[in-house]
């Protein structure tokens, strides 16, 4: 252990390289991963920061909130099966927002959201009718407590009276306000998606004391089908492009695994290589397989660190320079720990390929004796 | 030649590590550059392949045609302008359709109020549709023949509208979603099921056709002019600027920046090692008469025999990706990006086996005499 340690002190210059490339695959790992967070949180933020247990859409809506309409109708013979506690209306619009002090083809992208069951961070009670709570993304768009916004083409106005975070809809930040507020905005700008009196996109659902269980199927048995229940979770993976995006980057992330396995063998491989003679003189002199074995891990193990570190803090520096409403990036500590184990744990598998050949040595033959 | 291949073949498999690594890069780099132009396409492809030169958004749109609404009186004023010779009504939604007797699944439908202005330009089958019934479907989900129904919200037509396929276009989704071109009436119709409630259907864009002796271009700045709350733009603009489009670029040109660095780093670190390990046989080499540029093309044959071994491996995993649909993406192989890439990627990596041959190139033949030859 400690001639390992000696030697990268001594010769920093032969792990250089390698640590340069592991340190570029680290960049592209968390690069990848954080691509994917910020996509992910920037798409599903309404949902995830919902206080509830399931979302009830119309089936025919194939699960999409824009497409959902649940009639006052089918909402009674939600709010009447066993196991329902609360029940609240959704409704969400996307309309460009007029801020003032902008210019006039300078629109703010929002998503407007009629509730009745406040998510995370809202009041209980909505807001009154044209006053609504934004994501503190807008922020970044000059949206301060007491702007007034106009929405649409119709300039409908909603005032902010607070903010509220990480509620972000497909890659829009949002408004919260009542329903009537919603169905109003809505009605004014988008009369082919307008709804009628009562009508919501979507039920928010929270369960009694005997949780979700079974619950989902007795929603739709009491709906006669007209109605679809699903679990939070279920429902952020519904949304458009979200499983699609985790699929894709978890694979591409996978494979850029491999090429780390694969370079930390090769490398290793390489240096072992060239160290069998000095390996055969130290097991001459009593060192042990298992001994100059883990020192190589150990290396490996050190040069994945370093390369961890360095991409922490590039990624970091990444964050902090991307400007908001452009890459879609953003780097959480979860991930970059992740990121970091991952290539630990990359670099010890890569190095075990050179197990074989350590094991291998003879010291007899390599200090040039007769086996 | 002999030697590098020689060597080569005794030491496989340090060089098939190598090149499988390098195969697996340029594969990645490959899936990538495919995903990233497979999303295009299917984020804007229908923009691409419809036929109006300029299409007007309402500035509150922000250049989604499905965000976009137009108002009777911004139509009226862009009709109006001065340069435009036909203007037609254009309209996008996302429905819940039931093609044949399958499952329930999404289109998107595009609904334009004259041929020739909206509808799709080159249709690679079929024919264009002659009634209010029939669509045009992007070439990737539809065929001739499919029988299309809009799934109501009950209403007036509790069975919905049912549109027959009688054409195809390549490469023309919006939103990465099975797309149909069809008649402005059919698609009233769809709306009118999906949406009961709906009280007016209005066009999310107008497009129009320039007149004679005006460019789209300038046709487009006299509509911004006419109107502040119109957005016009050429059709290759409104590709362009679809949001979405710029992010997915420039993520994916990150992506890109990072694994090109490590190709050629890769293979750099390999030879140089390489060299270091072989320092003594080549001093002596070099000692016997052998030429520094002898040793020096030996290791660019073997740099290059590495890159195009793994640009093959690399292609020969990409091509069975390239043969089925990712979903709704389309992963289409491009010559152009494969010959491109492959010479990047070649050139990247002699370069940086050039660190490697200026060390050859510093062996002195009369260190082999002292017992030396290191590097």
Redesign the interface.
């Known amino acids: 252990m400690t001639l390992a340690l000696r030697e990268m002190r001594r010769r920093p210059g032969r792990f250089a ?2 640590t ?2 592991l340190t ?2 680290a ?2 790992l968390m ?2 991963g954080g ?1 994917l967070d910020g996509l992910v949180a920037s798409s599903t933020g309404a949902f995830r920061s919902q206080q509830a247990d399931l979302l009830v859409y ?1 089936t ?3 699960n ?1 909130l ?2 959902s ?1 649940i009639t006052p109708e089918v909402r009674q013979q939600v709010e009447t099966v066993p196991g329902v506690a609360r029940v609240g209306g959704l409704g969400s619009v ?3 927002g007029r801020v003032p002090g902008r210019g ?2 300078d ?1 703010v ?1 929002t998503v407007l959201f009629g509730y009745e069951l406040a998510s995370r961070g809202l009041p209980a009670m909505p807001p009154a009718m044209g006053t609504v709570y934004a994501d503190d993304s807008l922020r970044a768009s000059n949206v301060t407590i007491g702007t007034t916004i106009h929405l ?2 119709a300039r409908s106005a909603v005032t902010v009276a607070g903010f509220v975070s990480d509620t972000r809809y497909s ?1 829009q930040g949002t408004l919260w306000g009542s329903l009537d507020t919603w169905r109003q905005v809505l009605n004014a ?8 009196p009562g ?1 919501v996109q979507a039920l928010v659902v929270r369960s009694g004391p005997g949780g979700t269980t079974g619950l989902p199927a007795r929603i739709g048995q009491a709906t006669g089908g007209a109605a679809t229940a699903l679990t939070i979770a279920q429902a952020i993976d519904a949304l ?2 979200v499983a ?1 995006q985790r699929s ?1 980057f978890n694979q ?1 992330i996978g ?2 695994v ?2 780390a396995v ?2 930390v ?3 290793f ?3 072992t ?2 160290r069998t003679a000095l390996y055969g003189v130290l097991k001459a002199i009593g060192s042990s397989s298992r001994t100059l074995f883990a020192g190589v891990v150990l290396q490996a193990v050190i040069v994945a660190l370093i390369a961890s570190l360095i991409g922490i803090v590039a990624s970091l520096v990444l964050d902090a320079l991307i400007p908001p409403g ?4 953003v780097a959480t500590p979860v991930r970059l720990a992740a990121s970091a184990v991952i290539l630990v744990v990359a670099a010890v598998i890569g190095c075990t390929f050179s197990l074989r050949r350590v094991l291998r040595i003879d010291p007899a033959a390599a200090i040039g004796g007769t086996p | 030649m002999f030697l590098a291949l020689h060597e080569m073949g005794r030491a496989r ?2 060089f098939g ?2 090149i ?2 390098v195969g ?2 340029v ?2 780099i490959l ?2 550059q495919a ?1 990233q132009n497979g999303l295009i396409t299917g984020f804007v492809g229908a923009i691409r392949q419809q036929s109006a030169p300029v299409l007007v958004y ?5 250049r989604t045609l499905q ?1 976009s ?1 137009i ?1 009777p009186g ?1 139509e009226a004023t862009i009709r109006a302008v001065a340069g435009v010779t036909q203007a037609g009504r254009v ?1 996008q ?4 359709v039931r093609v044949d007797s399958g499952a ?3 289109a998107a439908l595009i609904g334009f109020e004259h041929p020739g202005l909206g509808d799709p330009g080159h249709l690679s089958a079929g024919r264009s549709p002659q009634s209010p019934t029939e669509a045009v479907g992007s070439a990737s989900d539809f065929t001739l023949g499919s029988r299309v129904r809009v ?3 009950g209403g007036a037509d509790p069975t919905g509208p049912v549109f027959t396929v009688v054409g195809l276009v390549k490469d023309a989704q919006i ?2 979603t099975p797309t149909l071109f069809v008649p402005w009436a059919g698609y009233e119709a769809a ?1 009118r099921a ?2 009961p ?6 066009p999310n864009v107008i497009a129009v056709r320039p007149a004679s002796g005006v460019s789209d271009a300038a046709l487009a700045q006299r509509i911004n002019a006419a109107s ?2 119109a ?1 016009a733009l050429t059709r290759a603009q409104a590709a362009r600027d679809t ?2 489009v710029a ?1 997915v670029q ?2 994916f040109t ?2 890109f920046v ?2 090109g ?2 190709v050629p ?2 293979t ?3 030879f ?3 060299t ?2 072989k320092a003594a046989a080549l001093t002596l080499l070099r000692a016997i008469g052998a030429r520094s540029g002898t040793l020096v093309r030996s290791l660019l044959i073997q740099v290059v025999l590495v890159i195009v071994g793994g640009i093959a491996i690399g292609i020969a995993l990409f091509v069975p990706l390239t043969l089925v649909q990712l ?1 709704s ?1 389309t992963v289409r192989f491009d010559p152009v990006a494969v010959l491109v890439w492959s010479g990047l990627l070649l050139a990247l990596g002699v370069a940086s086996a050039m660190v490697a041959a200026r060390r050859v190139l510093a062996i002195d033949p009369l260190e082999a005499t002292t017992g030396g030859g290191g590097l």
């Open positions: 390289i390698a340069v490339i570029l695959i960049i592209l690069f990848l691509l119309s025919s809506s194939r999409s824009e497409r309409r996307q309309l460009g006039p083809r629109l992208p649409g083409p890659g700008n988008r009369p082919d998606a307008r709804v009628g009508v458009p492009g699609q894709v591409i494979v850029t491999v090429i694969v370079v063998a090769l490398f491989a390489l240096l290589v060239e452009t890459i879609p990036f | 498999g340090r590590l190598l499988g690594a697996l890069l594969f990645l899936t990538q995903i309402s500035v509150d749109g922000q965000g609404v108002n911004l309209g939604d996302t429905f819940t329930e699944s999404d799934v109501s919200s939103q990465v709306v999906a949406n409630d709906a009280t007016t259907v209005l502040p709350d957005d949001p979405g992010q420039q993520s990150l992506i990072l694994f660095l490590v780093l890769v750099g670190l390999f140089l090692i390489i270091f390990q979903g993406l």
